[in-house]
Structures are given as C-alpha cells and as structure tokens.
C-alpha cells in the first residue's frame, strides 16, 4: 500500500490532553439515538463506509452524508480513505476523540486521549486486513439492511471476530458470528471471510465436534459503497453462547 496516498483529514487540532467530562457531556446531549447506534457499531465493528451506515441506520445515502458530516465536525467521527484514480473513495468511518469519549462514558471505561485514538485510526487506515474487515462488515450490513426492509426479519446479533472466538473459548476464530430470524425461525451462522478455495478447518466441524454441514456462499450485493467478494457462512444447530440474545 502507497500510504503517501492515504487521505486522513483529522477532526480538530491534536492535543495530547484529555477531553474533559464536560465535553463528553455537552456532545451527548447533541446526540441522537441514531447517532449512538452509529457509535456503538464503529466502537464494535472498528469501520464502516459510508453506504454501509447509511444502509443499516439512514433513510438514504444523501442522509447519511450530511449527518456524518456534521459528527465529524465535531469531533464525533474520523473518517479516511485512500487516493484512487480516476474517481474516488468511499469515506471510511470510525470514531473520533469525542465519539470515543461518548462510547467510553456508556461502558464505564476511561475515556481515552485523542491522541490515541488517532493513532488508532492512523493503524487501521494503513491496515493491511482493511479490506478484509470491510469485507466481514459488509455480509453483516447487507443482512442488517434487508431486515430494516422486510418486516418479519431481524439480525439479531452481529458480533466480531474478537467475540466471536472469545465465544468459542479461542478454540476456533471464526471471522464473525450472527443470529438471523425470519418468519419465526432462528438461525445461529458462523462467518468466514476467506474466498480461498479450501474450506478452514473450523468450518469442517463445530467446537463441540459435532459435523456440521458444508459452508455455502453468499455474495453482498446490497451497499454499493464496498463490492464485497463471496463469502463462506456455516448455520450451526449448536451455540457456544449463552441463550440471551446481544449484539
């Protein structure tokens, strides 16, 4: 990756300081339920772009620019993307100094020193599993964005990798792990994200060694802001998990 091409235009001015109590709570007031869904998928999910959050919590892509703008604006959001000829990128989002204070603040955990959190972003932009990440989230936010269309329908839990095998009790590491319900039916997946041509081996038996049936392939075709290629989901009648449902 050519990272003199990378595009990283930061919120405000780096400050080695960190955001006071204050700050956090004058943003949280500004800040609508919507805006927190968006926060907690990007503090969970590391990044999305910009069709993706506008295909799983907008009304339509115009929305959902001008939103994200404004959040960035203010500290809320960071954003990054590389240069690309002819055209260009879509915006790719995570949390800014503010918005990482917000999410902080409503988990109990220290809020963290903006220079740290761009620092985040700064490894993740130059990431060489970026692409891998975006592809992992857009499964998930394809079947996010149809249930939001399909009455009946619900992804009910969207967790991770890192949950996802700590789930497993990291003796496999799936690339996510889902929970989709539909007419009634509950279907428990797990998601590996390799287009290899052989199958991973945890995809061949579950973690209680029970034999579970080939993975089938599944191709996103709902958010154009990320062309994701086929994926592999194995559906298992097992769960590692307690039987409460998060996300």
Known sequence: MNRSRLVVPTTRAATPRRIGVGEI???????????????????????????????????????AQRRLRTLH?????????????????????????????????????PIPRPAAVRARTNRLAVSPRLHHLLGINQVFCALAAHARHHPGSE???????????????????????GVWVEAGRVVSFWLEYDTASNSPAWSRRSPAGTPISPPRRWRTRCCSGYRAPPAKITSTPFSPVPARVGR
């Not at 007031?29 to 805006?35: A, G, Q």
């Not at 500290?75 to 990128?89: C, E, K, N, Y």
């Not at 992804?155 to 792990?177: F, K, Q």
């Open 73 to 109: 604006q203010r500290g809320v959001l960071d954003r990054f993307r590389h240069a690309i000829r002819p055209g260009s990128q879509s915006w790719r989002w995570c949390l800014g100094p503010i918005g990482a204070g917000i999410v902080a603040a409503s988990r109990g955990d």
């Open 155 to 177: 992804l009910s839990r969207w967790w991770p990798e890192s949950r996802a095998t700590a789930a497993c009790g990291a003796l496999v590491r799936p690339d996510g792990h």
């Open 25 to 63: 709570a004058d943003e949280i007031r500004r800040v609508m339920p919507r805006d927190r869904r968006v926060l907690d998928l990007l503090a969970d999910h590391q990044t999305l772009t910009t069709e993706q959050i506008a295909a799983v919590a907008f009304p339509n892509l115009l929305r």
